[in-house]
């Protein structure tokens, strides 16, 4: 394993369409992140999971975005009738979440086009 | 607003050093993070520093926190021209990490 994977890498689809992203952590990794990082800025948190539980959720996540991590080790990440303004990277992240230490390591994202 | 600021641009002659200041709003964040990264590749995670420290050094980084000022740097000794890329600090108060906007560093010749 040499760390998290994405795919797509890239994505463009048409305004309304739904579009799926997929992220494969760390192997022994229990947590898992999604960011989301639109030009000329940093990422933004938007959820994260420890095994399957989904346990945050951030106001930026609206209700056209779902997450899922059905059996604890790959998740993905939904977007419904998708908009203009969910054009952005999207970036996955695992952890292992040990006392005292949380260090995320990122994939290298899916970065979505909506046209 | 932004919880984590840091200045947009750093211009620096290969071979200097180079000093990226940020400064963050949560002083409950445990740990303090510098990441990487380059055109089309993912974040690279470069070091991080726990609060209780005021100093971390790693080959050429220099990590210097100043917890009372809230003031987080990263010294990068020795500028390379593959140091060229967007260097991100970021806080972590609990569970996700707050990222500032990005230090696009430029490496002159």
């Known amino acids: 394993d040499t760390g998290v994977s994405q795919n797509p890498r890239h994505k463009i689809t048409k305004r309304g369409q739904n579009v799926t992203f997929r992220c494969d952590p760390i192997?022994?990794?229990?947590?898992l992140y999604w960011y989301r990082q639109t030009l000329g800025q940093g990422p933004e948190f938007l959820t994260y999971?420890?095994?399957?539980?989904?346990?945050?959720k951030s106001r930026l996540l609206s209700d056209r975005f779902s997450a899922e991590r059905p059996k604890g080790s790959f998740s993905t990440l939904e977007i419904q009738r998708t908009e203009q303004g969910d054009s952005a990277m999207y970036l996955c992240?695992?952890?292992?979440?040990?006392?005292?230490?949380?260090?995320?390591?990122f994939g290298p994202g899916t970065r979505l086009t909506v046209l | 607003g932004e919880d984590v600021e840091q200045s947009l641009f750093l211009s620096v002659r290969e071979g200097d050093s180079s000093v990226i200041n940020c400064t963050y709003t949560?002083?409950?964040?445990?740990?303090l993070y510098w990441y990487k990264q380059e055109p089309g590749a993912g974040l690279q995670l470069l070091t991080y520093?726990?609060?209780?420290?005021d100093m971390k050094q790693d080959q050429r980084l220099t990590v210097l926190l100043n917890k009372k000022d809230k003031h987080l740097s990263l010294r990068i000794a020795d500028t390379q021209t593959g140091d060229s890329a967007i260097y991100f600090c970021?806080?972590?108060?609990?569970?996700?990490?707050?990222f500032g906007k990005g230090t696009r560093l430029h490496i002159l010749p």
């Open positions: 520093i726990f609060s209780n420290m």
């Open positions: 999971f420890q095994n399957e539980a989904q346990l945050e």
């Open positions: 949560d002083s409950s964040s445990t740990y």
């Open positions: 192997s022994e990794h229990n947590r």
């Open positions: 992240a695992s952890s292992l979440a040990v006392l005292g230490g949380n260090e995320q390591f």
């Open positions: 970021a806080e972590r108060p609990i569970n996700e990490i707050i």
